[in-house]
């Protein structure tokens, strides 16, 4: 099991701090709490308060902040959390161990989705001879197995099985494969529920998952893309009438 993170705090200022630069925007304006996921079909018995999870969603959702410019097209973005002493301890929030965001339009690399990316953020953090944890591939391997993985956008099957192969504990995620379809996004319409129930004999983990967190929230990012009718985010406008949103 890898070293407790001492740094819970830290990590809550450095969210609150994100969430107080981003209040002036629009698109991720918060909204109201959600009373209850048990509609969802991916739902499960959850151990931790919806809160909680709704807490890391947005963290997850925000990281779109970082982005190269204010209408970020691909804005997937990921969070990948420790929940040990939250599982001892229901109001312990859990620890941020590291954050990704699609970048595959600025690297040239076509793979490189927010889960990929955080999923590599985190082995370098983990394995870092200067940094809080100094574990051993090995050790690094295994402690993703105490992680959860939240993103704001259901998995697509390449992400899906990468979490798979990677053993997380848990999958949170916020807007669905069908609810981004809907919204116009081309995708391979293979859920993650698919890729995880035809997996069980490769997973070293069963891991759980619950869907639509947040998602009247994560909805917002990816409205704006594919529908020419939606207004863009702020500092950007479409150019001609069902243009694409650019930097005004």
Not at 47 to 66: C, D, F, G, I
Not at 86 to 100: A, K, R, V
Request: aromatic letters at 10%; hydrophobic letters at 35%.
């Amino acid at each position: 099991m890898m070293p407790m993170l001492t740094a819970v705090w830290l990590c809550a200022f450095a969210y609150s701090s994100l969430s107080q630069a981003h209040s002036d925007h629009d698109l991720y304006t918060q909204s109201p709490p959600q009373k209850s996921l048990s509609n969802d079909p991916l739902y499960y018995n959850d151990p931790l308060p919806l809160s909680t999870r709704e807490h890391w969603m947005r963290l997850a959702n925000t990281q779109v902040l970082y982005a190269h410019t204010p209408c970020p097209f691909m804005a997937f973005g990921t969070a990948i959390v420790n929940h040990t002493l939250s599982f001892l301890d229901p109001t312990h929030p859990g620890e941020l161990i590291c954050t990704g965001l699609n970048h595959n339009n600025h690297t040239a690399n076509p793979i490189l989705d927010g889960e990929i990316a955080a999923i590599e953020n985190c082995s370098v953090i983990l394995t870092d001879s200067r940094g809080p944890y100094k574990l051993s591939p090995q050790e690094a391997i295994q402690a993703y197995t105490d992680f959860t993985i939240y993103t704001n956008g259901e998995p697509c099957p390449m992400c899906a099985s990468a979490i798979v192969w990677t053993g997380f504990r848990e999958m949170v995620y916020g807007s669905s494969i069908a609810k981004l379809v809907q919204m116009g996004w081309p995708q391979i319409r293979v859920d993650s529920r698919t890729i995880f129930e035809g997996s069980w004999d490769l997973r070293r983990t069963k891991t759980a998952w619950v869907g639509s967190v947040l998602n009247n929230e994560t909805d917002r990012v990816y409205e704006w893309q594919f529908q020419s009718h939606v207004e863009c985010p702020k500092g950007c406008s479409r150019q001609e009438a069902g243009g694409r949103c650019l930097v005004s």
